[in-house]
């Protein structure tokens, strides 16, 4: 990590001063060494700078860090404390640089329920081979912008169109809706099934991240609700054949399930599979990933 960007990064506590990443640093490195004078070879200082590094940080926090003999130095019960903590501090900004310095390497793709369903092993093969310096993460985020909106993601599959002018977003694909059935409900030896043949049920809805709303049912033929807001929760209510559900094709392929069937609706929308990032700091790989995804879902 560079040493400007660590020294720069301060916390401050009222009640004890500020304390610098450099101190913290400096203690660990005691501790982990041992002693001064290795502490003082591994950050490539004096043995004298080490102790007054050390002095600082201790008069700053108004405590006692370490027990110093002529052989030995050994963390006091405040000191081991603050020793987790300052190793967590550091892993934080470790973290922070380099999340900022090495995100070009790096694609994260977050999706809230079912990713790319069928294609997400595809996609993840042919971007291994396609971009092998640019590293893939898919990271489940059960949110509106499935993990956008929190930092993160750099580009996140959305089944709804997002309002937040900050987003801006690609259409990849077409997916059908099916309805999740417990497997000895009356509608499952169907083939498929229609909207009105649900009209009268219980649906089970995610409000924040799902694509299904009563809307899809002219009104005086709506469903009753109930709401989840976990793909597991969800089928597991939906096998004791308390209600149903209606979603995306892809779940179906990332999350079959045991006692429960999925059956296509017949007279319903398909579901728009969108790639969405952020407007004014899009990732360099999302026209790849855009192009990719879009020969995936129209060949498959």
Known sequence: MDAVVMDAVVMDDASAGKVELRQLRCLVAIVDEGGFTDAALALGVSQAAVSRTLASLERALGVRLLLRTSRHVTPTGTGLRVVAHARRVLGEVDALVQEATSGHTRLRIGYAWSALGRHTLAFQRRWAQARPGTELHLVRVNSATAGLAEG???????RRPLDDRRFDSAIVGLERRLCALAADDPLASRRSVR???IGGRTLLVDRR?????TE?????ARPATEETHD???WLTVIA????????????????PRPGVVYRPVRDAEPIAVRLAWWRDDPHPAAPAAIELLTGLYRTG
């Open 152 to 158: 993160v993601c750099d580009l996140s599959v959305v």
């Open 195 to 197: 909207l009105a043949d």
């Open 209 to 213: 991240t799902g694509t299904t709303t």
């Open 216 to 220: 899809l049912w002219p009104s005086g």
């Open 231 to 233: 793909v597991d929760d």
């Open 240 to 255: 004791t054949g308390r209600c149903v559900g209606i979603t995306a094709e892809a779940t179906a392929n990332q999350y």
